[in-house]
């Protein structure tokens, strides 16, 4: 049974993105009934795996929704990723139905497996899009090794003075608005990391095995990609206790590139 570690959403309206071999085996698929809590979007429950469990949730689904641009009456297609327990990638390929505002369906298309990691596939977005769109055929992929199985954690990195190192910081931005500063007071509108905190590879531990990550762009234009990690314990100040972490990656302006902890404290 796969057991999704890592998850990815990543839209691309109206355009199709990929297509499966003949004869691939798919590894997802519609099923006719279900046991669980039915949900109030149309076609959820069917996506599961070939045992029955479910591939997505409704907080999880809805969260990008509400983080993305749809029309408000629109079929969109989207390309939803995680990482199975060998290290390989799945791909499902989702039709998302809106309805005045209001996602009311959403169906299995497709499905696809890669043997590369996320990260990789999040990458090659450009590469991919590009194949579809005029539709060149496949070259003959060459034998790749097998990902190692990925080690997963959850332990803050600790790096003396590391919440105020400028060069560790993803952009000017981030260093500017969320450095550890003790002459101000971190607040939940801009919060400060940790004074030991490692900044850098706490950004590279989230982007490289995110809780939950996911891309989208609006008619053609540049991929923006949100990544989520939860620590195990507090990468901000006293004032703004937090575990969770963010990364936000524009693909056509690095200088909107972010990083940040994110608080709930009002």
Known sequence: MKKIVLTLLSLC???SLFFMNEGQVTQAKEATTTAVQKSSIKGLDKIVDRYGNKLLTEAEILEFFNTSAFAS??????????TNTD????????ELIVRNNKLTEIYLKDSDEKNSSIETAVKNQEEIVSVARFRLPKPK???KPKPKKPKITKEVPYKKNGGTIKK???SEHAYKRHKYDPSR????NRTQYGKNVDVAKLRKLTMSQPD???SHRDKGGPWRTFYKKQFNK????????TTHHRVIINTADSSKNTQFPLSFKN
């Not at 507090?234 to 206790?241: A, V």
Request: hydrophobic residues 30%; proline residues 7%; charged residues 15%.
């Open 73 to 82: 009456n629109s079929s969109n297609q989207v390309n939803y990723f995680y």
């Open 185 to 188: 007071k971190s607040t939940s």
């Open 168 to 170: 560790d910081f993803i």
């Open 87 to 94: 290290g390989t990638t799945s791909i499902l390929k989702l």
């Open 141 to 143: 992929p060459k034998p």
């Open 212 to 214: 939950q990550a996911w």
């Open 234 to 241: 507090n990468i901000s100040t006293k004032d703004t206790p």
């Open 13 to 15: 309206l109206l355009v």
